[in-house]
């Protein structure tokens, strides 16, 4: 089975620019979440989506976005970003709640 | 405020002995998840221990838990240098906290180093 899949791997953008990002789960897997990841906060917690539903919001301001469509893929969108949004961006993807989370390689951003 | 804090912040062992890396945290889980994490590329999964019990092994991985000192260990045995990387604990909140559902809480991580 194919792992979780993120596109793009690496970008640059520049502050007040907006950033899309793409994450393809394991096949079956309807639970998406997201992940961002820094060396000053770790590993923060984005959002999750079942089903296409957001289920659940960490606690990021407003220009944090996300939707899962109805094949269980998930984007995640940035708007007007700050230098303080480059970071790791991590999906994952999981059967369901509770469940083992898989995560995918990764979205490295980089705001200049 | 993190759920999870490793111990050691990092810990460095040559090749062919065993490490073992801490997890703490401060409320009731549902199951606890150890990964690893390879120069900031992506998580791979290592185990998930649920909170009715108390040990689960897999390969040279050893995995403990204690829900009564909210604690958990990961013993790797027979360390490689390829072992060399950052380990995190997870932890998936109890049902009671439905809002939570699917959400993990990391620690900052241990970083082993693994020298041949």
């Known amino acids: 089975k194919a792992g979780v899949t993120q596109t793009p791997r690496y970008l640059i953008k520049t502050r007040g620019q907006q950033v899309t990002l793409s994450c393809s789960p394991i096949?079956?897997?309807?639970?998406v979440s997201w992940y961002q990841q820094t060396p000053g906060q770790g590993l923060q917690f984005l959002f999750e989506?079942?089903?296409?539903?957001?289920?659940n919001k960490g606690n990021f301001p407003g220009r944090f976005s996300g939707r899962q469509f109805s094949n269980s893929r998930s984007e995640m969108n940035v708007s007007t970003l700050e230098l303080g949004d480059s970071a790791l961006y991590l999906c994952?993807?999981?059967?369901?709640?509770?469940?083992?989370?898989?995560f995918g390689p990764g979205t490295r951003l980089l705001v200049l | 405020s993190q759920q999870g804090e490793e111990d050691p912040q990092a810990l460095s062992i040559q090749e062919g002995e065993n490490a073992t890396m801490n997890c703490s945290y401060k409320?009731?889980?549902?199951?606890l998840q150890w990964y690893r994490q390879n120069s900031g590329r992506g998580l791979v999964h290592l185990i998930l221990?649920?909170?009715?019990?108390r040990e689960k092994h897999s390969g040279r991985l050893r995995v403990t838990l204690d829900t009564s000192k909210k604690s958990s260990s990961l013993l790797i045995t027979a360390s490689r240098a390829a072992d060399t990387a950052s380990y995190f604990c997870?932890?998936?909140?109890?049902?009671?906290?439905?809002?939570?559902?699917?959400?993990?809480?990391f620690g900052r991580g241990t970083q082993l180093t693994v020298w041949p």
């Open positions: 096949s079956g897997h309807r639970s």
């Open positions: 994952a993807s999981s059967p369901g709640a509770r469940e083992t989370q898989y």
């Open positions: 989506y079942f089903s296409e539903t957001q289920r």
């Open positions: 997870a932890t998936s909140l109890t049902a009671d906290r439905g809002s939570t559902l699917g959400r993990l809480y």
């Open positions: 221990i649920r909170s009715n019990e």
């Open positions: 409320t009731s889980i549902n199951n």
